[in-house]
DNA sequence: TTGAAAGCGCTAACAC
DNA sequence: GTGTTAGCGCTTTCAA
């Protein structure tokens, strides 16, 4: 078995004694072919098996129809079904994907822009890493990449579509002020910029309901794990006024509280309500008593892809960037 | 804000008074220029802020240095993981990871392949949609371009590196009869050629125990969702002679078995035992009462991205096509 | 030690 | 309607 030559265009030509531009015209289906030529053209490309060389379309064209990805992390479920949508939609308009995960380490993320500027992708989607270092992702717009961003990134001046924390927080917080709770932990991954917007949620909701500021207290877990979020649990019920409620800014955060529950004999959500953040879709079926904040990343997704997309087309037209913010919806689990 | 023109080879070469293949080489470190003349071009292509065009680079080296991975479902946690495991190899080796979804269709395995292959990618890695349709992966492979299946696809002769799907099921199956368990149903996703093997083990668990075959019975679920698994209970349980224990071939499958259970008032794993397929990361801060075969993704996908680009690197060489078949451990929870 | 020239496979501008 | 020519940005002989 050998490597085996692949058809080229000037395969294609030799075999039809067209021109090598006449084959590409025709495999392109440019109106300005006779039919009779182009349906040649196409039946013994199909005989000889040719496909285009996409790489040396790039080249000429000056454009991969390549799309990059970078994420934090994809087993983070909300950045899964993120990653899935992108796909879909890109794959639908005849896109490419390529896939990088930084890891929430500003230093991964900058390598993985560069190798996408390198591999010169058309634009880039990012779920950034860090809510304050961003000049790295800036730089790669203004050297002409289109970039979207899937998370607020104030102060950015990036494009954007991303969901509303604060809003999302504030109905949380409503929720559980609604069930008569007056002492509110949150979980605080510590690394997203959304998470500021998810404390101030949480506050103005406390404020709107006339209760002291103490109402909402902070705990950082480090990170934004189960096993983080099973750690921090100690730190939070150490606290004599313990809280009733827990908003975890993740929802792997929320898991691991739970568990930490579950072996401490805390009956959730009898003792402890616990609100994470999640997605329908990917918690229909969960048994796990937790109230969520839907994420909604298909949707911010498709929005994104769109977004990315409908620019490119008009990539001489330099529209302006836009910050585009989704309120999500609140899920209380019926389970208990 | 401009479209700004890019630095090019040519730039550096202009503004150091060198060729373009004395940059070239400078900039790929060759050790046949002096030192000098090296740094000199080294600094003023930074100033440049010059970094090369990938794409260029791969028309003129006939190699990519990009790896596509076709993944049935990314929603799967297997899944999740195994891709996040082939991206982080990948990047560690200096390649890019391009990335499509087949859900499960053989007809959009066979797009997404194509595609794969117009972008003349270096190798594949698949996870393969359907158990006996792979002809176009087969085709892909004699075509040149080095693919490896993630999952065992019996009698397709490509090269794989995938879960022992057999022994996992024996193993919990021998596990659930030694709890005494006299009737076992599984609940078969129906898709992917792993489940005859899993039954297969099942059945050998059996017999080795010396009990009727009847102990096994085997309900199609249709699909691999906790949806399908919730759905198909119903039937599972019409049986008068009711199984104690499940096996699911997913673990959403099981997840849904679950649920129908908490709804139906009975308890797991009290009056039911149930175990699905699963990985170690994935689970570790799981609450739910499952016995799970540890579906080991992470592990698969270093050995499979390491077996590949081996294979890259010894092109010409075309070492035979192999089947490595890891064995799985059984997770029992610890949880009630 | 460095440079000139050809070529990777395709597209595009302009002839004919 | 179709062919010719040049060129995308880089690497790679082969000379000097």
Redesign the interface.
């Known amino acids: 078995?050998k490597?085996?030559p692949?058809t080229k265009l000037k395969d294609v030509a030799k075999a039809t004694g067209f021109s090598e531009n006449t084959v590409s015209l025709a495999l392109r289906g440019s109106p300005r072919l006779p039919e009779s030529t182009r349906d040649l053209i196409l039946r013994v490309a199909e005989e000889l098996?040719y496909?285009?060389?996409?790489?040396?379309r790039?080249?000429a064209n000056n454009a991969?129809r390549?799309i990059g990805l970078v994420l934090t992390?994809?087993?983070n479920p909300t950045l899964?079904?993120a990653?899935?949508t992108i796909?879909?939609e890109l794959?639908k308009a005849g896109y490419?994907?390529?896939?990088?995960?930084s890891d929430t380490s500003v230093e991964?993320e900058k390598r993985?822009l560069?190798?996408f500027?390198?591999?010169?992708v058309d634009g880039i989607l990012v779920y950034p890493a860090h809510h304050r270092k961003f000049d790295h992702i800036v730089a790669v717009a203004?050297?002409?990449t289109p970039v979207l961003l899937l998370a607020e990134l104030r102060g950015s001046g990036l494009d954007t579509v991303a969901i509303d924390d604060m809003a999302g927080a504030y109905k949380v917080a409503c929720h559980l002020l609604g069930l008569g709770h007056r002492r509110i932990a949150m979980l605080d991954g510590g690394f997203m910029s959304g998470n500021d917007d998810k404390r101030r949620g949480i506050r103005q909701a406390i404020r709107q309901a006339g209760l002291p500021t103490d109402t909402l207290i902070v705990h950082n877990a480090k990170g934004t794990s189960?096993?983080q979020g099973?750690r921090v649990m100690p730190a939070v019920m150490a606290d004599p006024n313990k809280p009733t409620a827990l908003v975890a800014s993740t929802d792997?955060l929320a898991?691991?509280a739970?568990?930490w529950c579950?072996e401490n004999g805390i009956s959730v959500p009898g003792q402890m309500a616990i609100a994470g953040y999640d997605n329908t879709e990917?918690s229909?079926?969960s048994?796990?008593p937790l109230t969520t904040v839907n994420y909604a990343a298909d949707e911010i997704s498709r929005i994104g892809v769109a977004r990315i997309l409908h620019r490119l087309e008009n990539?001489?037209a330099?529209l302006p960037a836009e910050t585009q913010l989704i309120e999500p919806e609140l899920i209380v689990r019926a389970?208990t």
Chains 1, 2 share one sequence.
């Open positions: 078995m490597p085996k692949k098996n496909f285009p060389n996409h790489i040396a790039s080249l991969t390549t992390d994809i087993m899964t079904l990653a899935r796909e879909r794959t490419g994907m390529m896939f990088a995960a991964s993985a560069l190798r500027q390198s591999y010169q203004e050297a002409g189960a096993t099973y792997a898991t691991g739970l568990r579950g990917v229909e079926f048994v796990l990539k001489e330099r389970t």
